[in-house]
């Protein structure tokens, strides 16, 4: 049911009782497919009660206290300390990425937001096998998006946990602060970032032209090294790989990427970018599919938990 690299770390930190009642939770939100806590409070959370096996598939029994009474010790659990995400959750993806990944191997880390009914999550995932894991996230306080400030502090969050490893940092037109770039390439990461195509580089015959006027076609790829990026800031240092994929009966591709980057070849940022697109399935997979957590009322810490 729980992985022996879960189980490990889990009894480090959770009483016995604890870990018996967290075992039960995931029986129960496995067998019903669904995190609101009404849902689970209506099933067998008086199971330990009876001397239930937590091993056992969930199923309605009989139980000594009432149902509102369940959703309480429901939110009291998850609003204990130790469910944190550094204080749970780092340990076993530190454990689970030096079990999986060589030294000096590459990791791609990709940076998004997602909206969840009400609530606006800022995440990091590590793609891995063509899916998304995810890495650190934060509630932000607002709607809408994001801002330097706030993608730097959550980037800040992970500095340390992949130290032994080469990490490229991917976002999306979102995070194509040329500010983020630079901070992301001082604290020694590679990154690909979308630029929006009314952005504008320095091209030493032509001055500053707009992305869109760069030349860039169906089936053909650019790569502007060392250019000089936005014409109100004028960063210099990094590049931009452009690539716009060929239509192909009917697939067409509206328009074509524009990737900052810090990279050398425009091949190796265009490939590496692609794998920013699983996070989306993730994101898909979470909201509306599997356990249904964008149906999930629950808010604040709790939430994160």
């Known amino acids: 049911m729980i992985q022996e690299l879960y189980q490990k770390h889990l009894k480090n930190l959770l009483s016995e009782s604890q870990l018996l009642f967290f075992y039960l939770v ?7 497919k669904n995190v609101k806590l009404e849902k689970m409070a209506e099933s067998c959370l008086g199971a330990v009660a009876h001397g239930g096996n937590p091993q056992d598939r969930a199923a309605p029994l ?28 780092f340990p076993i993806i530190r454990e689970w990425v030096y079990q999986t990944f060589d030294k000096q191997e ?22 891995y096998k063509n899916r998304a894991l995810p890495v650190y996230f934060e ?12 993608q730097k502090q959550l980037v800040s969050n992970i500095i340390g946990l992949f130290d032994d490893y080469k990490v490229v940092i991917l976002g999306d037109r979102e995070f194509c602060s040329v500010k983020l770039a630079e901070w992301l390439d001082k604290q020694g ?15 030493k015959n032509q001055g ?3 992305l869109e006027n760069s030349g860039l076609k169906p089936g053909i790829s650019l790569f502007f090294e060392k250019v000089k990026v936005t014409k109100t800031q004028q960063i210099s240092g990094f590049s931009v ?8 009966r009917k697939s067409v591709t509206k328009e074509g990427w524009f990737i900052l980057t810090n990279m050398n070849e425009a091949s190796e940022a265009i490939s590496a970018y692609k794998k920013r697109f699983n996070i989306e399935q993730m994101f898909r997979e979470d909201k509306s599919g599997g356990y249904n957590m964008e149906g999930s009322n629950v808010v604040g810490k709790r939430f994160i938990s």
């Open 26 to 32: 995931v029986i129960i939100v496995q067998d019903i």
């Open 62 to 89: 009989p139980l000594p206290i009432k149902c509102n009474s369940r959703r309480k010790k429901l939110q009291r659990f998850l609003s204990l300390p130790i469910f944190k995400v550094k204080k749970l959750w």
């Open 106 to 127: 590459t990791i791609y880390l990709a940076i998004d937001r997602t909206n969840w009914n009400n609530k606006n999550l800022l995440m990091v995932s590590l793609i």
């Open 139 to 150: 509630l932000l306080s607002k709607f809408g998006s994001s801002n330097f400030s706030e």
């Open 189 to 203: 990461f590679n990154f690909c970032l979308r630029l929006k195509k009314s952005e504008q580089i320095e091209l």
């Open 208 to 210: 500053w032209i707009s």
């Open 241 to 248: 790989a452009c690539k716009w994929k060929k239509s192909y």
